[in-house]
């Protein structure tokens, strides 16, 4: 009984010691000091993603027109086949509606290669100005002396009296960094 008493006090002892001494590491957390930023109203009004948004438009456009052309091409073909049947054999309408078949497809197989191509091109280019956003917003969090960024499309709630969003910022930074993103697509 004698030893459990000691080693309880031992115990006891050795916690109040352990509690009281404080390594210097563990000091106090620093508060938080943070800033928010709307990513999404950067990525739609930047200079740069209008001007992608264009060039992806203009290529889209064109490579349209073309896919127009090349439509309107079939759909003659498929006209003059109708009017050829009656002078056609069977295999020879056969074989020209097979030949169409293959044409069709091949239109088809073009046009989502190349809407795969300007998705592709289009977020490598954005990928150029969301990486240059975020060297942005790593500069303004060291000046500001911040240690957090927040995208303000994940907060809650924020106090306008604090100054904390420094979306305005980082937009003005950026259109001056990067006014302008040239698209290029990769050749399928």
Known sequence: MHLLIRLALILVVGVAIAG?????????????VIIVVDLRKIEREATSTKSIREQIGAKRKS?????????????????????????LSAEALAQKRQELRQR???????????????QRARDKSLAVVRRKALEIIAKLVVERGANIALDKNFVIYIRTDQNLDVTKEVLARLNTEIPDVTVEMAAE
């Open 104 to 118: 069709a497809s091949e239109l088809q197989r073009d046009v989502q290669n190349i809407q795969r191509t300007l």
């Open 20 to 32: 009281a001494v404080r390594p210097a590491a563990a000091q106090k957390p620093a508060a938080p």
């Open 63 to 87: 490579f349209q027109g073309d896919f127009a052309n090349r439509e309107n091409e079939l759909r003659q073909a498929e006209q003059d086949l109708q009017r050829q049947r009656a002078i």
